[in-house]
């Protein structure tokens, strides 16, 4: 059974940082690509941060790729999401995912999904 459980949300101010962890089992980790995204109430996901198989390509949205980072840790099945300079507009619940194809990830229809973690930034 896969399970994508992520942690490290939770409140800060703007302009202080946060990294998000998502730990993965049951699957083979090397074989998927994986991503972050974020929802607001009432409105669709968005794709945050994608990240391919080995770890050294990635794309983030004009959005936030000055702020946030994405990398895994393929020996720990770990995937991370690294946020700098946090807005109130960055508060969302955040998702991590993952499939097997880079454009399932990319195109925000991954066959995987945790739960979801919530960051809230205040002003």
């Known amino acids: 059974q896969v399970q994508m459980v992520e942690s490290g949300g939770g409140l800060v101010q703007a302009g202080e940082s946060l990294t998000l962890s998502c730990a993965v089992s049951?699957?083979?980790?090397?074989?998927?690509?994986l991503g972050w995204f974020r929802q607001a109430p009432g409105k669709g996901r968005q794709g945050v941060a994608f990240i391919n198989y080995t770890g050294r390509s990635s794309h983030l949205p004009d959005s936030v790729k000055d702020r946030f980072t994405i990398s895994r840790d393929n020996a720990k099945n770990m995937l991370y999401l690294h946020m700098n300079n946090l807005k109130p507009e960055d508060t969302d619940i955040y998702y991590c995912?993952?499939?097997?194809?880079?454009?399932?990830?990319?195109?925000?229809?991954?066959?995987?999904w945790g739960q979801g973690t919530q960051v809230t930034v205040s002003s």
């Open positions: 049951g699957l083979n980790f090397d074989d998927y690509a």
């Open positions: 995912a993952a499939d097997r194809s880079w454009g399932a990830v990319v195109r925000g229809t991954p066959q995987y």
